[in-house]
C-alpha cells in the first residue's frame, strides 16, 4: 500500500523558511493527488494545500496564500511544501495525504492515505 512519510519541520522564528516534504514509498506517486493538512493544538485539522496528481493544478487555503507554494518531483516519489514568512499562527502539526488521481484537486478534500505528520513550531 501506499505510505507517506512527512519530514522537515521544526522550530523556526516568526518571517522564517521551511521546506516539507512527504515522500511515498509502496506505490507510483504520480497516479495520487496529494494534499497538505495541518492540526494546531485545540483546533481542529485543516486542508492547507493540494496538487494534482500531474502536478498541473495547485490551490491553496486562503490563510496560506501567498507564503506557501506547493510542488511535487513525481521521480523522487515526493512532494513538497515550501513556507515563507511563517507566523506563530502556522505552528500545528503538518502532514500530507493522496488520493487517487482525480481532476484537478480541493483543499481539505477527502483523502484515502495519511502520513504521521512533521511538527512546524513558530516563535521567537
Same mark, same amino acid.
Given at each position: 500500500?501506499?505510505?507517506? !512519510?512527512?519530514?522537515?519541520?521544526?522550530? !523556526?522564528?516568526?518571517?522564517?523558511?521551511?521546506?516539507?516534504?512527504?515522500?511515498?514509498?509502496?506505490?507510483?506517486?504520480?497516479?495520487?493527488? *496529494?494534499?497538505?493538512?495541518?492540526?494546531?493544538?485545540?483546533?481542529?485539522?485543516?486542508?492547507?494545500?493540494? *496538487?494534482?496528481?500531474?502536478?498541473? /493544478?495547485?490551490?491553496?487555503? #486562503?490563510?496560506?496564500?501567498?507564503?506557501? /507554494?506547493?510542488?511535487?518531483?513525481?521521480?523522487?516519489?515526493?512532494?513538497? &511544501?515550501?513556507?515563507?514568512?511563517?507566523?506563530?499562527? #502556522? /505552528?500545528?502539526?503538518?502532514?500530507?495525504?493522496?488520493?487517487?488521481?482525480? *481532476?484537478?484537486?480541493?483543499?481539505?478534500? /477527502?483523502?484515502?492515505?495519511?502520513?504521521?505528520?512533521? &511538527?512546524?513550531?513558530?516563535?521567537?
Amino acid at each position: 500500500q501506499l505510505q507517506l !512519510v512527512e519530514s522537515g519541520g521544526g522550530l !523556526v522564528q516568526p518571517g522564517g523558511s521551511l521546506r516539507l516534504s512527504c515522500a511515498a514509498s509502496g506505490r507510483t506517486l504520480k497516479n495520487y493527488n *496529494i494534499g497538505w493538512f495541518r492540526q494546531a493544538p485545540g483546533k481542529e485539522r485543516e486542508g492547507v494545500s493540494c *496538487i494534482s496528481a500531474s502536478g498541473g /493544478t495547485t490551490n491553496y487555503a #486562503d490563510s496560506v496564500k501567498g507564503r506557501i /507554494t506547493i510542488s511535487r518531483d513525481n521521480g523522487k516519489n515526493t512532494v513538497y &511544501l515550501q513556507m515563507n514568512s511563517l507566523k506563530p499562527e #502556522d /505552528t500545528a502539526l503538518y502532514y500530507c495525504a493522496a488520493r487517487m488521481w482525480d *481532476i484537478g484537486c480541493t483543499v481539505g478534500g /477527502t483523502q484515502q492515505y495519511w502520513g504521521k505528520g512533521t &511538527l512546524v513550531t513558530v516563535s521567537s
